[in-house]
């Protein structure tokens, strides 16, 4: 008999000893879950409100916890969800009216001495009278150009700069940020396309509408060209490739003038191809590049460029495949210069 009591009050103080251990465990377990949460901002006054009674406040905490912890067993694929989330999307190309609303690579920031030479002139498929019947003294232009290659008059030497913008380049990381430049330059080659070497491109006056150039040859107005497109694109396989194409719709401006038969108006498309070249040396000053300025040794690279101007008898994207008219081909070398 003694020995069943004894048994019995054995089993009692056991039952009694695990619900204690138990109800230690749920509450050390509540007390180090709710202090985790109100590590992280997540409990507290504000999310436990001090006037519920006892046992409101522990069902609060109770479901706080049990929250977590369904919390946890969805942390992959939330995390996985956020990191989705987070990232961006980077755009691949940047787009404009005209190439000054392009968003070159941050690398392109600065002012550069620019040196160009025309390397390559010749006329399409159609041949010079296709040309002259669309464009008309197209011909003439063509041959101006191409008795210029390999002399003096094939080289030009300018001063430009492209400014700093916050706007992201494609494929930039974000916040880097990026570098434009107005058009001035492509529409002098888009000119010369047009109107023979030594063309004078100068913008016309600011308006609504795109940018718009007028195109002299021997001291006579010719042309307008009118800006009708931009798109700069960087290359997958490298940072230090960049190219910009651009395309310029021709009208003509003097009196009297027509464009032919064409049943639209010709374009020139202009595809500039950038190419940033590190170098260790430092650069040497040229006679050249000391006319246009100072060399800036905190830019330890150059950039080289291959420019392609092509004469269109229409735009493209129309009822059919544009017909290249003349195409025209240059080399372009720019040095790091202080600003002004």
Same mark, same amino acid.
């Given at each position: ?12 103080? $056991? ?44 069902? %609060? ?15 992959? %694929?939330?995390?996985?969800? #956020? ?46 009278? $296709?040309?002259?019947? $669309? ?18 008059? %094939? ?56 940018? =718009? ?81 100072? $060399? ?13 101007? =092509? ?9 059919? #495949?544009?017909? =290249? ?16």
């Amino acid at each position: 008999m003694a020995t069943a009591l004894q048994h019995r009050e054995g089993c009692c103080r $056991l039952r009694h000893r695990r619900k204690s251990l138990s109800a230690a465990f749920v509450s050390g377990g509540l007390a180090l879950a709710v202090g985790i949460l109100t590590r992280q901002g997540l409990a507290g006054p504000g999310y436990l409100p001090s006037g519920l009674p006892a046992s409101r406040r522990s069902a %609060a905490s109770f479901g706080a916890v049990a929250a977590v912890l369904g919390g946890l067993r969805r942390l992959p %694929a939330l995390a996985e969800t #956020e990191e989705k989330a987070v990232v961006p999307k980077k755009v691949t190309v940047s787009v404009g009216a005209a190439v000054e609303e392009v968003v070159h690579p941050a690398w392109f920031a600065g002012d550069w001495a620019c040196g160009e030479e025309l390397v390559g002139a010749v006329e399409g498929p159609g041949g010079e009278a $296709l040309l002259a019947s $669309l464009l008309p003294d197209g011909d003439k232009a063509l041959r101006k150009t191409q008795s210029s290659i390999g002399n003096e008059a %094939a080289l030009r030497r300018i001063r430009r700069k492209w400014i700093t913008t916050k706007r992201d380049s494609p494929l930039a990381d974000e916040g880097t940020g990026g570098a434009v430049e107005d058009g001035t330059s492509s529409a002098s080659f888009a000119g010369a396309a047009v109107a023979g070497r030594g063309a004078q491109v100068a913008p016309e006056a600011e308006s609504s509408g795109p940018p =718009t150039w007028q195109v002299k040859s021997q001291g006579k107005l010719r042309w307008r060209l009118v800006a009708a497109g931009a798109v700069g694109r960087p290359d997958l396989s490298s940072d230090d490739l960049f190219k910009v194409s651009e395309l310029f719709q021709v009208e003509p401006l003097a009196a009297g003038a027509s464009l032919g038969g064409a049943p639209a108006s010709p374009v020139v498309r202009v595809v500039t191809s950038y190419q940033r070249v590190p170098f260790a040396a430092p650069l040497q000053t040229g006679s050249s590049i000391a006319q246009l300025g100072k $060399l800036d040794p905190s830019r330890r690279y150059i950039v080289q460029a291959t420019q392609v101007a =092509t004469v269109l008898d229409g735009p493209p994207g129309g009822s059919g #495949e544009p017909k =290249t008219l003349a195409a025209y081909k240059s080399k372009l070398y720019f040095s790091p210069l202080l600003p002004k």
